[in-house]
Nanobody, 125 residues
Framework: QVQLVESGGGLVQAGGSLRLSCAAS????????MGWFRQAPGKEREFVAA?????????YYADSVKGRFTISRDNGKNTVYLQMNSLQPEDTADYYC?????????????????WGQGTQVTVSS
């Protein structure tokens, strides 16, 4: 099972940007579809973005982040990224990277097989 480690979270003012990274422990990331989810205090974990197995593959976004967030992957570096622009206080949450043993991405969290420990993002108003 692949191990995932997120990084890049932090505190940012509204309107600012952050880039999250998710590094895989093994050079097999290319066979996994990848996703980003987030969980705010007192709320369920929700889908943010996902990308098919190929670098430059099809990407999918939650309506709440469409046009502001961009998911990408570099299979040569075994890393997936989430570029977050125009951040708002409602984006405050713990962000989790997930891997799915399937070439195609999914917006359903139960279809992901491996999860990272999360990285915290706080957006101040």
């Amino acid at each position: 099972q692949v191990q995932l480690v997120e990084s890049g979270g932090g505190l940012v003012q509204a309107g600012g940007s952050l880039r999250l990274s998710c590094a895989a422990s093994r050079p097999t990331l290319r066979i996994y579809a990848m996703g980003w989810f987030r969980q705010a205090p007192g709320k369920e974990r929700e889908f943010v973005a996902a990308i098919d197995w190929r670098s430059g593959g099809s990407a999918y976004y939650a309506d709440s982040v469409k046009g502001r967030f961009t998911i990408s992957r570099d299979n040569g570096k075994n890393t997936v990224y989430l570029q977050m622009n125009s951040l708002q206080p409602e984006d405050t949450a713990d962000y989790y990277c997930a891997a799915r043993e399937n070439c195609l991405a999914s917006m359903r969290r139960e279809q992901y097989d491996c999860w990272g420990q999360g990285t915290q993002v706080t957006v101040s108003s």
